[in-house]
T-cell receptor, first 116, second 114 residues
Framework: ETGVTQTPRHLVMGMTNKKSLKCEQH?????MYWYKQSAKKPLELMFV???????ENNSVPSRFSPECPNSSHLFLHLHTLQPEDSALYLC???????????????FGPGTRLTVT | AQSVTQLGSHVSVSEGALVLLRCNYS??????LFWYVQYPNQGLQLLLK??????LVKGINGFEAEFKKSETSFHLTKPSAHMSDAAEYFC????????????FGQGTRLTINP
């Protein structure tokens, strides 16, 4: 595997279900991110993790619970979601703190989530 | 705080024509700037980035962008459009200090007409 991988690619869940999204980066980066992409809206940053520590939570509802057990893996635990949570969830990673700047983020293919 | 505005949510060009996708940023100091492309059912792929070296930045797939501080712009161009360029394009900005948040524009859907 190369780059950033996400599983599953598609997920349909009821509002009472509990599910998890998984992200793995194979780039040796030290930061990981969750984004939400809804139709007709800009990408929304949800969470930021640096060296496994959460450094940003953009007022995300508690029904979304991130977990970062190590610098290569990131999970998003979902429970009691609402239909408006249906979206494409993108994971990204970057290398922070190095010389040269830029710090571009590399994205996975996303998980298409549908809440029924 | 940084922000970006992409002018035009839809752009349509003929195959072989010039592609111009517009992006204006707002920042107190020149930021880092990025263009990403998203094909259907895929994640975002980095096309190019500006980090303060050359103001004309060349990227993948024949795209380039020019940083113009006086106009606070970072427009994306390609001399000759291919059918395979049909996708959604996102401009993004990141500040040079402090938070590592990447702020995206709303995206421009590029359609190529045969």
């Amino acid at each position: 595997e190369t780059g950033v991988t996400q599983t599953p690619r598609h997920l349909v869940m009821g509002m009472t279900n509990k599910k998890s999204l998984k992200c793995e980066q194979h780039l040796g980066h030290n930061a990981m991110y969750w984004y939400k992409q809804s139709a007709k809206k800009p990408l929304e940053l949800m969470f930021v993790y640096n060296f496994k520590e959460q450094t940003e939570n953009n007022s995300v509802p508690s029904r979304f619970s991130p977990e970062c057990p190590n610098s290569s893996h990131l999970f998003l635990h979902l429970h009691t979601l609402q239909p408006e949570d249906s979206a494409l969830y993108l994971c990204a990673s970057s290398q922070e703190g190095g010389a040269g700047g830029g710090y571009e983020q590399y994205f996975g293919p996303g998980t298409r989530l549908t809440v029924t | 705080a940084q922000s970006v505005t992409q002018l035009g949510s839809h752009v349509s060009v003929s195959e072989g024509a010039l592609v111009l996708l517009r992006c204006n940023y707002s920042s107190s100091v020149p930021p880092y700037l990025f263009w990403y492309v998203q094909y259907p059912n895929q994640g975002l792929q980095l096309l190019l980035k500006y980090t303060s070296a050359a103001t004309l930045v060349k990227g993948i797939n024949g795209f380039e962008a020019e940083f113009k501080k006086s106009e606070t712009s970072f427009h994306l161009t390609k001399p000759s459009a291919h059918m395979s360029d049909a996708a959604e394009y996102f401009c993004a900005v990141r500040g040079r200090q402090g938070a590592q948040k990447l702020v995206f524009g709303q995206g421009t859907r590029l359609t190529i007409n045969p």
